[in-house]
């Protein structure tokens, strides 16, 4: 089996400084879909970007809340919704569906979460039961489809980590794929406009998602680029 990746751009719609990030690596790099946090400040934009520019595929990043960590623990900077009442998550869960669907007039093409809430339960058993509603992939859920979130700026407990998402690492990254389909994350964006624990990152991880190396490492490869859209022909992929 070959290898094949599709390059996901979290947090769309979230800022207008991610916005443009996010367009620019679609544009000038190897970003082929992203995940729309519906309740963003910038999301009308984002979809509206994405209506009239449909090769990049557009999910839903569903937003419960964010933490940061401070002084050797994760605090809480906002929280949406009470994480352990599975009617309030699924409330919310589906009202931003809902705002998703109509921003981008059809339904997401696949599931994720901001700082991957729906791993846990019972966030998971709702996102995961919506996604089949959908038929779309769920990140971290859905079999034949490899995550790999390697590509990030920080270390586990927030402390800056550059090094790991320079051009060098991304290639790097690419190489070492499995075969089959692999969803690889990343949050390009301009942090101008953004109070967030992964700002400055941003910007770093847009110049390597554009880097014309990275490119050639795919084609050196043979690593096809796809966007979660494509897998709609490939469906008996998931389902097997």
Not at 98 to 113: A, F, Q
Request: net charge negative.
């Amino acid at each position: 089996m070959g290898r094949a990746v599709i390059v996901n751009a979290d947090d769309f719609g979230q800022s207008a400084g991610i916005n443009r990030g996010i367009v620019e690596a679609h544009e000038r790099g190897i970003v082929t879909s992203a995940s729309l946090m519906a309740r963003g400040e910038a999301a009308s934009a984002a979809a509206a970007y994405a209506r009239a520019r449909p090769q990049l595929s557009v999910g839903l990043h569903i937003d419960l809340g964010e933490s940061v960590f401070r002084d050797g623990e994760w605090v809480p900077v906002y929280e949406r919704v009470n994480r352990q009442d599975p009617r309030e998550l699924e409330t919310e869960i589906r009202a931003q569906l809902s705002i998703c669907r109509e921003l981008l007039g059809h339904d997401p093409t696949h599931l994720d979460s901001h700082q991957h809430v729906h791993i846990e339960e019972p966030v998971r058993s709702i996102v995961d039961s919506i996604g089949r509603e959908l038929g779309v992939p769920v990140r971290h859920c859905s079999p034949h489809l490899c995550y790999d979130g390697r590509f990030y700026g920080q270390t586990g407990t927030g402390d800056p980590w550059p090094e790991n998402i320079s051009a060098a690492r991304l290639m790097e990254f690419l190489r070492d794929l499995s075969d089959g389909v692999t969803e690889m994350s990343c949050h390009p964006g301009y942090a101008d406009d953004l109070v967030t624990m992964y700002g400055a990152e941003r910007e770093t991880e847009l110049y390597a998602l554009c880097d014309p190396g990275v490119r050639r490492v795919m084609a050196e490869q043979g690593i096809e680029l796809i966007a979660f859209s494509d897998l709609l022909s490939r469906r008996h992929v998931l389902q097997e």
